[in-house]
């Protein structure tokens, strides 16, 4: 078991056919999560190509993360809460001045991310927009969102699975209206067999 603290991140690397769990302890804590193939990273996490082969916006349990090259990165096996978020990008220092007028520094996922993700030659302009674990956002007709407290509770989890060997980026999401208001670390597993 790894844990996460609040507002932070880690970069590790997953192989083909292992399984990673992603869970929030407390509940109520979204996790930002980008995707590399570790063989060439120009290949990463593409929302834009998931959304469009799995043709929804909702992606939980049996859809798959796509690639920018259009190959699958992960299936998602398990998704006990079963409400991500694949529209937003990681939260950065921008975000924190526009959105929440902000002028002083805040942790971001974007900066946990691309500082963790550094020792495998990653740098900021190659981190995509995240696969946000757990992250409730919502949507009207006339395509307005917002951005609502996660669901999860401390049961929660996702279990996916590696389709390719995988640079996998990982936070415990910094923004608050992500995270109704406060921050909680995230935990995580992987095995090699389906826990």
């Given amino acids: 078991m790894h844990t996460i603290s609040k507002q932070s991140g880690e970069g590790f690397i997953l192989k083909q056919g292992e399984y990673l769990k992603v869970s929030g302890p407390k509940g109520q804590q979204v996790s930002d999560m980008v995707l590399f193939n570790k063989n060439d990273k120009r290949e990463k996490i593409s929302s834009g190509k998931t959304l469009d082969f799995e043709e929804s916006i909702l992606i939980s349990k049996d859809n798959f993360l796509w690639s920018n090259r259009s190959n699958k990165m992960m299936k998602i096996v398990e998704d006990t809460n079963g409400r991500n978020d694949f529209l937003l990008a990681p939260c950065s220092p921008e975000t924190f001045k526009i959105m929440y007028k902000n002028e002083e520094y805040h942790p971001s996922c974007f900066e946990n991310l691309y500082t963790n993700l550094a020792k495998f030659d990653i740098e900021p302009d190659d981190i995509p927009t995240a ?37 996998v980026g990982l936070t415990a999401c910094s923004a608050e209206d992500s995270n109704g208001g406060s921050f909680k670390e995230i935990e995580y597993e992987i095995f090699k067999e389906l826990p």
């Fill in 131 to 167: 696969f946000n674990i757990f992250m409730n956002v919502q949507f009207e007709k006339n395509g307005k969102i917002s951005v609502d407290p996660p669901f999860n509770t401390p049961n929660d989890y996702v279990l996916f699975e590696a389709k390719m060997d995988l640079i």
